[in-house]
């Protein structure tokens, strides 16, 4: 490919709106355009780069034994309605009308088509294991789309199904998918955790997310410094130390504390710390009032409180309730008195003479005690992890807290969707019997922003070699010169012969100018041929990670750009 007929629109000042240095980068490289909101147009650098992901992800997932099907971006409403989930979701869930006033979506995700496929294809327990797969553009209408490719409206994901005769064997559908997703992402030379995650509202019974771990990352995860353990936080589990405390309980005492509200006012002016308090957090779980209690010093996880009351609806009551259950105005409740349930955080199973609010305005209670004060109806890990927390797993772990961009999710789903479509099958008894499903996905246009998140520098993108654009960029100095011009011609030629992805910058402009674009769009390799060092023979070979230059004969460089491309796609 030659540069000056390319197509590579690189900018170089930084974009207003792009707040994530992947979306920097990828507009000012040329990468991508926006069309909308959330909608990009892929331009040929950041095509070749989407393509190298799809065929790591086709690779990984035929070597698993998946195979390959394209479903329809449009879907019927019907579909939706029988899964249930046409009522479910909201705007994220764009909706249309064709010619004759049917009702469709475009698909955010193909549970509903796929199980609908399986359903009349699929009699017969000797299809099974059977794992379908495609990849393909999804639409999500995200409320606030931003971050580029991270957080597209429009977006690649490989989303894969797998169907087995009971839960054992889709067991073992996942553990495949699990394996071939790390397959993957080591291949895309990606530094990143698989951890256990919550299933969210895609329902089934435990998931694993992948994460590449980055600063700019949405998800924080934890993972322990000695065994295996990692989760996303929203899941990770806190081991409950045992009780602390041996302090006598000291008789109950009122304060006043106008208008101190906060953990942080009220520890600041009663002079103790935030552990020596506990939280009391008001909620409306599918209707009902709840207390729940947390140390001072921990931050309450709301999904492990939803999973554990088993509610549908879980939201903060609103400051009338708050009035209603405490008799106080919002930010002095306390579980001293309370006539709803109280549930409380494992923190809380070992405080004493702690400080509460004391359900009556600028009132606080000092040396509450569990029993003597108050009832808990049940403890339980509600709590975050914070860094240093005990490892749940192993005995002398320590966790450790990470950023990271969720770039693959796989889920165990059970019989949700089967159940809910009536996907059967006869097994070898003839009876019928309803089919397990897992749903994999794999964001693909979002992986390449990962990649870069984790992969850049001041010049710009760093590729790893295996999802480059090109392999190697050849930048003919003045390629006016006969002699430039055709050893560059020479190397190109070398190069793409031994099958290495070579582009050569044969534009008229001054060297500097193309070293930046070379920097910028991130290619791996770079071969400079100049007139000076051409007369001794020589050419220069750039590593764009390391920085290194070596000073090489033409064959010299052309041979080791090939053995350095070959090493990495091993
Ligand atoms: C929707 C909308 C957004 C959604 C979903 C449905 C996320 C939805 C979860 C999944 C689960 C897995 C197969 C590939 C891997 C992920 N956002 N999810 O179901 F209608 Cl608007 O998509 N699906």
Redesign the pocket.
């Known amino acids: 490919m030659r540069y000056s007929q390319y197509f590579v629109p690189t900018v170089k000042e930084t974009p207003s709106d792009a707040e994530v240095i992947s979306h920097q980068l990828m507009l000012r490289a040329g990468m991508i355009r926006k069309l909308a909101a959330g909608v990009y147009n892929y331009l040929p650098m950041g095509l070749r780069s989407i393509r190298k992901v799809e065929n790591i992800v086709r690779e990984e997932m035929n070597r698993a034994g998946a195979i390959e099907i394209l479903m329809p971006t449009v879907q019927p409403a019907e579909l939706w309605q029988e899964s249930g989930?046409w009522e479910f979701?909201g705007k994220?869930?764009l909706r249309f009308k064709d010619r004759k006033e049917a009702e469709f979506c475009l698909g955010?995700?193909h549970?509903e088509v796929v199980t609908d496929l399986v359903r009349r294809e699929v009699k017969s327990y000797r299809q099974m294991p059977l794992n379908l797969y495609q990849i393909q553009g999804k639409f999500?209408d995200e409320i606030r789309p931003r971050f580029g490719l991270m957080r597209g409206r429009e977006f690649i994901?490989k989303?894969a199904y797998s169907f087995d005769v009971d839960s054992a064997a889709a067991d073992l559908s996942y553990d495949k998918m699990y394996q071939a997703y790390r397959r993957i992402f080591e291949r895309c030379g990606l530094n990143f955790r698989a951890v256990e995650a919550d299933t969210g509202?895609?329902g089934g019974t435990s998931s694993h997310e992948f994460m590449v771990l980055a600063e700019s990352g949405e998800d924080a995860i934890v993972s322990c410094s000695c065994c295996q353990y990692a989760a996303n936080i929203e899941k990770a589990e806190v081991r409950p130390v045992a009780p602390a405390e041996h302090a006598e309980p000291r008789p109950l005492e009122k304060v006043a504390t106008p208008e101190k509200r906060t953990i942080e006012e009220v520890a600041a002016f009663l002079h103790v710390p935030h552990s020596s308090m506990a939280k009391c957090l008001i909620f409306v779980a599918d209707g009902e009032p709840v207390v729940v209690l947390v140390r001072g010093d921990y931050e309450l996880n709301e999904i492990k409180l939803k999973n554990l009351l088993g509610c549908t609806e879980l939201e903060m009551a609103p400051d009338s309730v708050v009035e209603n259950v405490t008799g106080a105005p919002v930010g002095f409740a306390g579980p001293v008195g309370l006539k709803v349930r109280i549930i409380a955080d494992f923190s809380v199973q070992g405080m004493k003479n702690f400080v509460t609010g004391g359900n009556e305005k600028d009132i606080h209670l000092k040396n509450v005690n569990l029993e003597r004060d108050f009832r808990v109806e049940r403890f339980a890990d509600l709590r975050n992890v914070v860094p240093g927390d005990a490892c749940p797993r192993c005995e002398e772990g320590r966790m450790e807290m990470w950023r990271g961009i969720e770039v693959g999710?796989v889920?165990k789903l059970g019989t949700k969707y089967s159940e809910a479509l009536k996907a059967t099958y006869l097994d070898a008894e003839g009876k019928e019997r309803i089919i397990f499903m897992g749903?994999?996905?794999i964001g693909v246009s979002r992986t390449v922003a990962a990649c870069i998140e984790q992969n850049y520098d001041g010049n710009g993108i760093i590729w790893p070699i295996p999802i480059a654009p090109f392999h190697c960029i050849v930048s003919a100095l003045n390629y006016k010169e006969e002699a430039v011009a055709q050893a560059s011609d020479a190397i190109y030629e070398e190069l793409a012969a031994a099958g290495v992805e070579v582009i050569l910058d044969d534009r008229d402009e001054r060297p500097g100018f193309k070293f930046k674009d070379a920097d910028l769009i991130g290619i791996p390799l770079r071969i400079v041929v100049g007139a000076k060092n051409l007369a001794e023979g020589k050419v220069e070979l750039k590593h764009r990670k390391s920085g290194e230059v070596e000073l090489l004969s033409v064959n010299e460089a052309v041979a080791k750009v090939r053995a350095l491309v070959v090493a990495a796609l091993k």
């Open positions: 989930r979701y994220e869930l955010p995700t549970e999500r994901m989303d509202s895609i999710h889920f749903c994999y996905g």
